[in-house]
């Protein structure tokens, strides 16, 4: 089975809301032609919040079109919760998916591992889809826990999700943090392998590991992206800085249409 290849740009704290429309509009106008007719290749774009309404007209659901999606999602539903944003929020701005479990959310905003994991019940119960990140600290792959360390988190995340919650609408991306950010790529080896292991521990947990799409995040560029999508545990990535440049998205976007078409030509 060939699995869905996600490319998603996340923008961060970057980028006010005109110059996010315009960065929107170029990422859509552009789309059908990166594509290249590839049915196999999902796109879509986290802006700040405040730019979710002016980038909304550029996205949509269908096949050529970007996805909207949200960096973070409040953990409630509503309430006395001062400065949060809920999934219903994110709902009524368009929003069809939530990023949650950011490194740099839980490195520097106290997103702790019983947090990610609320946010990730709020945002499907709310109606959206989620992309849980995962990736351990550099101290952490020297010290040979990386592998230990992701699977915590994703144990963490994923173990006790209410039964009438669907896990087939969580992507994981699995995103070293000494890659993000710092021009250092995690190897395709490396990706692989930590990608391998994400999917034994999905499968151990009931979770259909052989047929969900992981991406990987971190220094994903133009010009290493179609050499981790070779390595084949690899279904897309998550991409930051590359991915406030229209071209240099869309040339990703490109590599990984070419490579869904010739793995369906396999
Ligand atoms: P960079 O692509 O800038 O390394 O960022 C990766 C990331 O954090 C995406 O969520």
């Known amino acids: 089975m060939s699995r869905t290849i996600w490319v998603l740009g996340n923008w961060k704290q970057n980028l006010l809301r005109e110059p996010s429309a315009s960065l929107a509009k170029a990422i859509a106008d552009g789309l059908p032609d990166a594509l290249g007719g590839s049915s196999g290749v999902r796109v879509g774009i986290a802006p700040t919040y405040l730019a979710l309404d002016s980038v909304a007209p550029h996205t949509g659901d269908g096949r050529a079109a970007p996805r909207l999606l949200a960096q973070d999602v409040g953990a409630q539903e509503a309430g006395a919760f001062t400065g949060e944003v809920g999934p219903a929020m994110l709902r009524e701005a368009r929003v069809q998916a939530a990023i949650v479990g950011h490194s740099e959310r839980r490195a520097h905003f106290g997103d702790h591992d019983q947090l990610v994991a609320a946010k990730l019940q709020a945002a499907l119960a709310g109606g959206?889809?989620?992309v849980l990140c995962v990736g351990e600290r550099l101290e952490q792959r020297d010290a040979g826990e990386h592998e230990a360390v992701v699977i915590s988190q994703l144990s963490a995340a994923l173990?006790?999700?209410?039964?009438?919650?669907?896990?087939?609408?969580?992507?994981?991306?699995?995103?070293p943090v000494w890659a993000i950010g710092t021009g250092r790529t995690a190897s395709p080896a490396q990706a692989s392998e930590m990608h391998a292991a994400i999917r034994r521990w999905l499968d151990t947990a009931g979770l259909q590991g052989a047929d969900r799409s992981l991406l990987y995040g971190g220094s994903v560029k133009p010009?290493?992206?179609?050499?981790?999508?070779?390595?084949?545990?690899?279904?897309?990535?998550?991409?930051?800085?590359a991915s406030l440049d229209a071209r240099s998205f869309l040339d990703i976007v490109t590599s990984a249409s070419n490579h869904a078409r010739s793995s369906q030509a396999r």
Do not use: H, K, Q
């Open 159 to 175: 173990s006790g999700l209410a039964p009438e919650l669907d896990p087939g609408r969580v992507t994981v991306a699995y995103e």
């Open 128 to 130: 959206l889809d989620v």
């Open 223 to 241: 010009d290493n992206a179609a050499e981790l999508l070779a390595a084949g545990e690899i279904d897309g990535f998550l991409v930051g800085g």
